[in-house]
């Protein structure tokens, strides 16, 4: 069926140069999930005849936007860990308790919808107690986001070594209490658990969702500490065969700056292009220690970076050089994280946040634009995601993911003239000034209301399972808790001086 959409203005980055545009009386036309063609609504019209096409007047069309980095939907802090450094934060989540992730991904999902998101990259690492089917999690989220008609890009995060410290994790147990150190050390097996099931699990999932659009399945070495030398060459070795991109945690905090200054010496970055991960193919989450060197070597490789500032920011991580990277011509994404400053999953927020913070003091006028945050929001986050087919932008033969602005909202009370369309969709947007979404041709939200999924029956379940949670184990598994991150804090503090 042929589905002609004419709104008040269309407004995408063109996939070539990244300029981002605003046409007015536009018509976009869609066939099987997909953008046939975008021209004057009136040539348009002439040309299907026997289409009614469905207009917005007072609506604005954009691409879907893309989350390039997101794990879980409850959040940390709803489920008992408030934020910390992020090594010390690690330590505290162990006291966490399961959500089932079918509906913990359709909580996120729901957020995301909400937001404009279309296209999320799903980083797995927490949800993975299953041993006996290391891709039971990967189906699980991957089955959830396919029931809602949602875009993901999946990957299992990968790690084979130093989850909670930089050095062999069982140098802590001296520092813990005699009663903890079983329980201690059960934890670091498990997260040891074998490469070779984590990657057995990526083929799996390859296999079994080769046929689905809407899916796509990324490699996720976890972060440059965690993984061994072999496990980084294996991934990369993994990737040039099958071509799959990676999502590689990197630099995120300053001890892991000093780290790979200790691991890597001067050579840093090209550390990641002895295992052959350092290309077009690789994305690497947070980047906020990035050097000058390395951005020069990053720009080289042709590899993306995906800025997750609130993340950043709420676990005192620092702050992405974007406007160095952006400078260098390195592609770049955005990603929510855990979860953004008002611990949800609300890009629009995001976007702002990331428009506002990255501004040089003074007169220079050294600014990220609201056109560059737009262009990374929907552009540069496809990039990283796997799916290649024209994703992020509103051209004929890109996937039909589409978000609907209601112009007199974002207007409202008033709006003077001066302040161009894309500059008011990243200043003043908010949640309930997106109308309708549609994702691969397919409506999953209409007038503000989600078409595929029950919100108030996720969010009564959610409620359900909180509310069962084991208090007297829950109370024990945060005093462990506690004595690890103490011994964690007081690891780092000891090795790195700071």
Not at 113 to 140: F, M, N
């Amino acid at each position: 069926m042929t589905v002609v959409l004419i709104p008040r203005a269309v407004i995408t980055a063109d996939p070539a140069t990244r300029d981002v545009s605003c046409v007015s009386d536009q018509a976009v036309v869609i066939e099987g999930g997909t953008i046939v063609e975008v021209g004057p609504a009136r040539t348009v019209c002439e040309k299907y005849p026997d289409v009614t096409p469905t207009r917005f007047p007072n609506s604005l069309l954009t691409p879907g936007f893309v989350n390039g980095h997101h794990h879980v939907g409850v959040t940390p802090v709803q489920l008992g860990s408030p934020d910390s450094a992020l090594e010390t934060w690690l330590a505290a989540r162990t006291a966490n308790p399961e959500i089932d992730l079918g509906v913990d991904t359709a909580y996120s999902a729901i957020q995301m919808i909400r937001s404009g998101v279309t296209t999320v990259a799903h980083l797995q690492g927490w949800y993975d107690s299953d041993a006996t089917d290391p891709a039971a999690s990967g189906r699980a989220a991957i089955d959830t986001y396919l029931q809602i008609g949602m875009r993901a890009s999946y990957a299992k995060l990968v790690r084979d070594q130093n989850f909670f410290i930089h050095d062999d994790d069982l140098t802590l147990l001296p520092a813990l209490p005699e009663g903890w150190r079983p329980r201690f050390k059960s934890l670091v097996e498990f997260f040891r658990s074998p490469l070779d099931d984590k990657l057995d699990a990526f083929h799996t999932l390859t296999d079994e969702y080769a046929n689905q659009s809407l899916i796509a399945i990324q490699l996720g070495p976890c972060n440059f500490h965690w993984l061994s030398d072999d496990g980084l060459g294996r991934i990369g070795e993994l990737s040039a065969q099958t071509g799959a991109p990676v999502h590689l945690h990197f630099l995120e905090t300053v001890y892991q700056s000093l780290y790979l200054d200790r691991r890597a010496g001067e050579r840093r970055l090209q550390y990641l292009a002895d295992s052959g991960l350092l290309g077009d193919r690789l994305t690497l989450g947070h980047g906020t220690w990035l050097q000058p060197d390395d951005i020069g070597v990053l720009a080289e490789s042709g590899a993306s970076v995906c800025n997750n500032c609130s993340s950043n920011f709420r676990l005192s991580s620092g702050r992405l050089p974007l406007l160095d990277v952006l400078d260098a011509g390195i592609n770049v994404g955005i990603g929510t994280d855990e979860a953004g400053i008002n611990d949800d999953r609300d890009m629009l927020q995001e976007m702002r946040l990331i428009y506002t913070v990255n501004r040089e003091p003074g007169m220079s006028k050294r600014r990220v634009s609201a056109e560059q945050v737009f262009a990374m929001a929907t552009l540069g986050g496809a990039r990283t995601t796997g799916f290649g087919n024209g994703l992020g932008t509103i051209t004929a033969g890109a996937p039909a993911d589409l978000v609907l602005f209601d112009e007199n909202k974002l207007r409202h009370p008033f709006q003077l003239e001066g302040v161009s369309e894309v500059e008011l969709l990243i200043a003043r947007s908010r949640n309930d000034t997106i109308s309708d979404v549609m994702i691969g041709g397919q409506w999953v939200m209409r007038d503000s209301a989600l078409t595929t999924i029950d919100e108030a029956a996720v969010t009564e379940e959610l409620v359900a399972q909180c509310a069962a949670v084991d208090r007297e184990k829950l109370r024990a598994d945060q005093e462990f808790a506690a004595v690890l991150e103490s011994a964690v804090r007081d690891w780092f503090i000891q090795s790195y001086g700071i």
